[in-house]
């Protein structure tokens, strides 16, 4: 498989150039392109590349999303909002896309990703490399597996599977209409190392919350794990400060903590593509 230039600049006006350097004309050719920090961009830069591909010949275009941005609105939670992720997927296959691929998209309400594709679309998982990164780099005791909130459970019992440990999620639970009371729903954690898994940690929020529960149980390492690491603002910062001992992402996203390369189950699945 051969690695396409493309040459990508701006105009003072900020419009975009693309220039494919390569002849792609009766070539599958597969697009690699998270869609992080400005995701607008970043798909707009997509359809442009896709669009050109097709246009110079391309047999077949993969679009690859190590990063699906916008998967989250994926529903109207309040009348007239826009679902967002269903307007992605319409642009994505606008462009002549042959088959779609992402790394750990955010279902939580859709169970199958084809659903909102009417091309080939598949949902890979990196979480069996960022639970071997952890099992051969950190040393771990007694550890259990904790997702911060029942969104996370897939990729926390994922993990679990994986590494044979216990896992658990952590539960709001309202004591009265002043006091919401955050814990474990059925594990201890006291004397624990525990690992936090979710898939996207944004501005932290949800992690640091979760860290200061742990902490407060009685957990001891603390190491956080997640798919993509948004990390945005000061969120690095907040994680350490709020207690943990190691926090580590994958590389669908760059990021400080991007140990853990997505490469492997992207290579993978393209590896078994027909062309
Ligand atoms: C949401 O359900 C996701 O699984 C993450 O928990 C969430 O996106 C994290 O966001 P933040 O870091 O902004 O709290």
């Known amino acids: 498989m051969a690695v396409s230039k493309l040459e990508i600049k701006r105009f003072p006006d900020g419009e975009r150039y693309l220039r494919?350097?390569?002849?792609?004309?009766?070539?599958?050719?597969?697009?690699?392109?998270?869609?992080?920090?400005?995701?607008?961009?970043?798909?707009?830069?997509?359809?442009?590349?896709?669009?050109?591909?097709?246009?110079?010949?391309?047999?077949?275009?993969?679009?690859?999303?190590p990063y699906l941005a916008y998967a989250r609105q994926d529903e109207r939670f309040n009348p007239g909002e826009a679902i967002t992720i269903e307007t992605v997927a319409k642009l994505i296959e606008s462009v002549g896309t042959n088959e779609f691929y992402t790394v750990d998209a955010h279902l939580h309400r859709i169970s199958d990703i084809s659903r909102i594709f009417t091309i080939p679309a598949y949902n890979l998982s990196a979480v069996p490399l960022l639970v071997e990164y952890i099992s051969t780099n950190i040393e771990l005791d007694n550890s259990v597996v904790i997702g911060p909130d029942e969104e996370s459970e897939q990729w926390a019992a994922a993990a679990a599977r994986i590494l044979r440990a216990d896992f658990d999620v952590l539960e709001k639970k309202r004591i009265n209409a002043e006091k919401v009371e955050i814990r474990t729903r059925r594990l201890s954690v006291k004397n624990r190392d525990v690992i936090v898994v979710d898939d996207i940690i944004s501005t932290g929020g949800?992690?640091?919350?979760?860290?200061?529960?742990?902490?407060?149980?009685?957990?001891?390492?603390?190491?956080?794990?997640?798919i993509h690491p948004i990390l945005a603002g000061n969120a690095l910062a907040r994680l350490y400060d709020s207690g943990a001992d190691v926090v580590l992402g994958t590389d669908s996203i760059p990021s400080p903590v991007s140990r853990v390369s997505c490469a492997p189950v992207i290579a993978f699945a393209l590896r078994n593509v027909k062309e």
Request: hydrophobic share 45%.
């Open 206 to 226: 949800t992690m640091v919350e979760t860290i200061e529960v742990l902490r407060r149980e009685g957990a001891r390492k603390i190491v956080v794990g997640c």
């Open 20 to 65: 494919v350097q390569q002849d792609v004309s009766g070539q599958c050719v597969a697009v690699i392109q998270s869609t992080s920090h400005r995701p607008d961009e970043y798909l707009f830069e997509y359809l442009l590349i896709a669009d050109s591909m097709k246009d110079l010949g391309a047999k077949k275009v993969i679009a690859v999303f």
